[in-house]
């Protein structure tokens, strides 16, 4: 039983009827999402600094109190076209706030003037810069949510193909990882899905992936060689037209042999963990927190 929070929240949405992605201007989504996501501020005492990691922007959010290496590096959704680490600010903080590590929240190139592989480089860009601050690849969890999710696994791959050390583990709320839109859900839960359209969900994917194969590995990470990847945790709310991708992702990660532990949360929206204030994402967020504690290892 969903809380009366929650489901106002998602009463809230259906009345709105967001409309199609393709019907309205990419700028005014693009303000609609910052003017929404406003509404979850981070705690009080949380700090932000912008810095350059290493060509793409980045955001340092650290809660109080909090000294140490010890990195939680992010990737924000947005269906490749939106967000920054500004409008997740709320649910970055609280993520520092509950887990005690800061975060490093990457402001990569967003589609359609910047497609594929641009966003993949530049959270590769920023991982590096961060190693070469002599942050220990084990002090590292990468995460994101939604398009963020599907880049933290496309991340991770390009990195194993380069040879490259992999973070402790990876977390991922809600990941887009077959922007083929392959998923039974796709269809089965468009009615109920307060969020997305499936017009709205095949559009982005085409801003993002140009003229690339959208089964592409590292734009639809669903279909990547998995195998060597660090522990893995997946949150997803059950009333998504992605929910099968989360399903068809875990299913995946074991049969490549990769830890992966799938939370899937009953009657919930597409990222509700970025309403900071409902109970479920205090509970999801401390959740992934917990997750973050048990596999970070602290720097010398």
Not at 37 to 49: K, V
Not at 251 to 275: D, G, I, M, P
Request: aromatic share 8%; proline share 7%.
């Amino acid at each position: 039983m969903i809380s009366r929070d929650a489901k106002n929240v998602m009463d809230a949405m259906f009345r709105m009827k967001i409309p199609n992605v393709h019907e309205i201007p990419i700028a005014m989504c693009r303000q609609g999402l910052a003017d929404l996501m406003s509404f979850s501020p981070p705690p009080d005492g949380c700090a932000i600094e912008e810095v350059n990691a290493g060509g793409p922007p980045a955001l340092w959010i650290r809660a109080a109190g909090i000294q140490g290496q010890e990195t939680i590096f992010y990737l924000h959704g947005g269906g490749y076209t939106m967000g920054s680490p500004w409008t997740h600010k709320g649910i970055t903080g609280v993520l520092s706030e509950m887990s005690q590590v800061r975060v490093l929240s990457v402001d990569y190139r967003l589609a359609p003037e910047n497609p594929h592989p641009a966003a993949v480089e530049d959270a590769v860009a920023a991982y590096r810069w961060l190693l070469k601050q002599g942050v220990p690849a084990k002090s590292i969890v990468i995460g994101g949510d939604s398009a963020g999710g599907g880049l933290t696994f496309a991340t991770m791959v390009a990195l194993k193909e380069k040879g490259e050390p992999l973070p402790a583990a990876a977390f991922t709320i809600s990941p887009w990882v077959d922007l083929s839109a392959a998923g039974d859900t796709m269809l089965s839960k468009a009615e109920i899905d307060p969020m997305f359209t499936a017009s709205s969900i095949r559009y982005m994917a085409g801003l993002y992936a140009d003229q690339v194969d959208l089964r592409s590995p590292l734009i639809s990470p669903l279909y990547a060689d998995l195998a060597g990847l660090p522990p893995i945790l997946i949150h997803v709310g059950t009333l998504e037209m992605l929910h099968s991708d989360s399903l068809r992702m875990a299913r995946a990660l074991r049969q490549a042999n990769v830890q992966c532990t799938l939370k899937e949360w009953e009657n919930l929206f597409h990222v509700f963990h970025s309403v900071v204030r409902l109970p479920e994402a205090k509970k999801a967020t401390a959740e992934i927190a917990a997750f973050v504690q048990r596999h970070i290892i602290k720097s010398s």
